[in-house]
């Protein structure tokens, strides 16, 4: 049996800006995973899972690909992730064996409710990191994210792969994002665009241009505080509707958000938690003026009771991701009363979550 676990995350800041190639944000990654577990498989290889129910879901390979049984659930991460692994493996030369897979996740509680802690993104690493493992692939950890990311444009072209980052690398990490249009482009064979082969995307160092992730140091004079505010949110959804009506002010609320996210790395890398701490407010302020300009709810009233609760202690919040719900991220001076905090937001039914920084995993230079 091969395991490779893949943790959760959360946004600091630069969200929507980040789904701009080159544009920096700041991201960590949480001590809740997903497990993927990979087995032989015999006649089929199958997908188990107790979020999509009891019935796995069987594969078999056919001419042109993957054949799917999608009488039941779709899981298209996976599915996706899956099929990119599957093409990579025929490109190096290794010979084809059917699996099951089975996957745990931490990162839902125990009714199944999503936290919107990047699950789609840890269970597409989690696969990647498995599969790799099973087939002796070889892949470096910058390879694996890579994978990853072609796996996942595939089923959403506008993913940042920031959560894919986090997942990856662990920590607290800055992180820009490739082109991502140029690389679905290049996925498909074309005479100007080369065979569409995995391995040689992963192999063109243009294709990743934008790409970079940079280790942070966790702050050592605030702690983090998360909280949820029970009502899930669709981040495809939140950024689609931020796309569309990006106006003459969408490079102004660019060069904003980079410079919040370089104070914000500023800080970190000082020590200095005054300015950690501004840098998160000006975030906060920077997603309300963001969702008023596209008449979108970014900051929900339960998130803003979050922030409010939060920054009458002392310390700094916001929403974390597209907003519209799921999680608030908080900074505060680390002899804050943290249960007067706990105890406000459960008044609003605003639930803590019990999370930590996972510590970061790997060499970035791999």
């Not at 001419?63 to 049984?69: F, R, T």
């Not at 970014?298 to 919040?317: H, S, Y």
Request: overall charge negative; proline content about 4%.
């Amino acid at each position: 049996m091969i395991e490779f676990r893949a943790h959760g995350k959360l946004f600091v800041a630069g969200e929507y800006a980040v789904v701009e190639p080159g544009q920096p944000s700041v991201l960590i990654a949480l001590d809740r995973a997903i497990t993927a577990r990979v087995s032989e498989g015999h006649g089929s290889g199958s997908v188990h899972s107790e979020e999509y129910g009891h019935l796995p879901l069987t594969w078999t390979r056919a001419e042109d690909g993957l054949a799917l049984d999608r009488e039941h659930h779709p899981y298209d991460y996976v599915m996706a992730t899956i099929d990119l692994v599957e093409k990579l493996r025929a490109e190096r030369g290794i010979a084809p064996r059917f699996h099951d897979l089975r996957i745990q996740s931490q990162l839902d509680d125990a009714s199944g409710r999503k936290f919107g802690l990047g699950s789609s993104a840890a269970v597409t690493v989690a696969t990647v990191g498995a599969l790799d493992r099973f087939y002796g692939l070889g892949l470096t950890q910058r390879d694996r994210f890579r994978v990853a990311l072609l796996a996942t444009i595939r089923v959403n072209p506008r993913a940042s792969g920031g959560d894919l980052a986090a997942s990856t690398f662990g920590g607290w990490l800055r992180y820009s994002a490739p082109d991502r249009e140029l690389l679905a482009a290049m996925l498909q064979p074309a005479p100007d665009r080369g065979d569409g082969s995995v391995s040689g995307i992963l192999d063109d160092a243009d294709a990743w241009t934008g790409f970079d992730v940079q280790r942070l140091p966790a702050p050592t004079d605030l702690r983090l505080l998360v909280g949820w505010t029970g009502s899930p949110a669709s981040t495809m959804k939140l950024v689609s509707v931020v796309r569309e009506h990006r106006d003459g002010g969408y490079q102004a609320f660019l060069d904003e958000s980079r410079a919040c996210v370089d104070d914000l790395t500023t800080g970190l890398q000082s020590g200095d938690a005054e300015r950690t701490l501004d840098a998160l407010r000006r975030a906060r302020v920077l997603l309300q003026r963001l969702g008023a300009s596209v008449g979108s709810q970014i900051e929900t009233e339960r998130l803003a009771t979050l922030c409010d609760v939060v920054e009458q202690a002392g310390g700094a919040a916001k929403p974390s991701g597209a907003g519209g719900g799921d999680c608030g991220i908080a900074l505060v001076p680390a002899d804050t009363d943290l249960t007067a905090i706990h105890r406000a937001w459960e008044a609003h039914d605003i639930r803590h979550l019990s999370v930590a920084v996972q510590a970061p995993e790997g060499d970035l230079d791999d």
